[in-house]
């Protein structure tokens, strides 16, 4: 079965950078984009970041580009997110996500930032 593990989170000051991963398996992870969600308390889950199957073409949501860079490698079915200048408005519970034959989500890792 399809399993996505974020890891990586944790607390940081503003400023900081983190970088957070997410192990795939159970399917060919080469063959499909990947994506990264996020979600702040009492918020809706919003769009960060995508790269396509091949790490070629990427879309980034306008309140983190050119803070956050996402990327993949193929060879070790991993996806990744760079994130520096962290803001507080960063502090989330950030998901990588998935569309197979469904759509697919990890179970999520909490970035904090605060000083």
């Known amino acids: 079965q399809v399993q996505l593990v974020e890891s990586g989170g944790g607390l940081v000051q503003p400023g900081g950078s983190l970088r957070l991963s997410c192990a795939a398996s159970?399917?060919?992870?080469?063959?499909?984009?990947m994506s990264w969600y996020r979600q702040a308390p009492e918020k809706e889950r919003e769009f960060v970041a995508s790269v396509d199957s091949i790490g070629s073409s990427t879309t980034y949501a306008d309140s983190v580009k050119g803070r956050f860079t996402i990327s993949r490698d193929n060879a070790k079915n991993t996806l990744y997110l760079q994130m520096n200048s962290l803001k507080p408005d960063d502090t989330a519970v950030y998901y990588c996500?998935?569309?197979?034959?469904?759509?697919?989500w990890g179970q999520g890792t909490q970035v904090t930032v605060s000083s």
């Open positions: 996500r998935t569309t197979t034959w469904r759509v697919h």
């Open positions: 159970g399917f060919t992870f080469s063959s499909y984009a």
